[in-house]
């Protein structure tokens, strides 16, 4: 580890004194850095053909955010692969205390980012949510985009797994058939991808922070859905966000569908009770 190390700091042009392990998700391994004058947060991985260019990705979906939002956003320091090994060198931020006023701010943060209007709904590329390879093809449409790169070829990855029956497919591909009534038109934003609780905190210097984003441009009821997913955001969070950037009628109703697609990413990854939650979502139609 320590060889390992010391190349990474010599591409960077850094001198590191100490190193320590910290947590930092489920799939990669990760530590502080101490340099001289600064503090780093280190990412590693097998640059396996499963994982390949995942670090590059989510620098580029970093930038995005840091160059088109008033959050927090870590400054990518550099990205790079030695032998098997993938990184990602990032500034270190250091967790403050929650407090309400706060979570306010970063509502209204995120709400200024998804009142930007984009040209069309997908991404330059593709990338990954957490280990899973996410399709970002553009589209005109938010029906066409959520059809073919989110809904149906998870539904069809699960059924080839055994997890879904034929029954299943037909309510998903009714299900997304329906997808242009269901959520108001709006234009695409850009979105964070993956922001459920553990992806944002508040940071010492009292601002809201966002990272391990999975970005594209979507419809921004995305996000909504899924920071109301794993618990986490109050009500005071979506009465600032809605402030700013009014949600349209209904949008409490609609959260199942927007929260069927991080189900049916958790579906695929962990199976049990989320095949269940995927499912009885679309069974209704």
């Known amino acids: 580890m320590q060889k390992l190390l010391s190349s990474i700091a010599d591409d960077c042009g850094i001198s590191i004194n100490l190193h320590e392990r910290v ?80 979570l306010q701010q970063f509502a209204r943060g995120l709400a200024s980012l998804h009142q930007q209007p984009q040209s069309y709904f997908g991404w330059h590329s593709n990338n990954y949510i957490g280990s899973l390879q996410q399709l970002n093809t553009k589209h005109g449409s938010w029906a066409d985009f959520y059809t073919a790169c989110r809904i149906m070829p998870l539904f069809k990855t699960l059924h080839e797994a ?19 009534d269901l959520f108001p038109p709006e234009p695409p934003a850009l979105l964070h991808g993956d922001l459920w609780s553990g ?49 349209q009628t209904g949008w409490q109703q609609r959260l199942p569908f927007s929260q069927l697609y991080p189900l049916l990413v958790h579906a695929v990854l962990f199976g049990g009770h989320y095949v269940q939650d995927a499912r009885a979502i679309v069974m209704r139609f």
């Open 199 to 247: 992806n944002y905190m508040i940071t010492t210097s009292g601002h809201a922070a966002i990272f391990d984003p999975a970005v594209y441009f979507g419809h921004r009821e995305m996000d909504l859905g899924m920071t109301a997913l794993f618990g986490g955001f109050d009500n005071a969070f979506y009465e600032a966000y809605h402030a700013v950037y009014p949600l």
């Open 162 to 180: 055994g997890a879904f029956t034929k029954s299943d497919i037909a309510a998903a591909e009714s299900f997304c058939k329906n997808i242009a």
């Open 23 to 102: 947590h930092g998700g489920d799939i990669n391994t990760c530590y502080r850095l101490q340099g001289r004058d600064s503090r780093y947060f280190l990412k590693l991985n097998n640059n396996t053909a499963g994982l390949q260019g995942m670090f590059a990705m989510e620098a580029d979906g970093l930038h995005a955010l840091r160059h088109n939002s008033s959050l927090l956003v870590p400054a990518v320091i550099k990205h790079g692969v030695i032998q098997d090994q993938q990184w990602l060198l990032l500034e270190w931020m250091e967790k403050g205390t929650p407090q309400k006023s706060k």
